[in-house]
């Protein structure tokens, strides 16, 4: 596989990852919105550890560029 070929496909891929992880942000929030969730449980364990993923992604995608 080429080098930008490559860079290419990690670059969909973390976009992908990126997308994926705002999808899931929206759902757990309206989940606690609709009351299955409760607050801290949003926030522990969805909205902190996806903020968290986030910023992963974030350091994956300046080590591409």
Known sequence: ???????ITIDNQIEELKEHLE???HAAFNLKRLGVLDHDTYEYEFN?????MESLAAVLEEGVE
Request: contains cysteine; aromatic residues 14%.
């Open 1 to 7: 596989m080429k080098y930008e070929t490559k860079l």
């Open 23 to 25: 999808q899931a942000c």
């Open 48 to 52: 902190n550890k996806i903020a968290y």
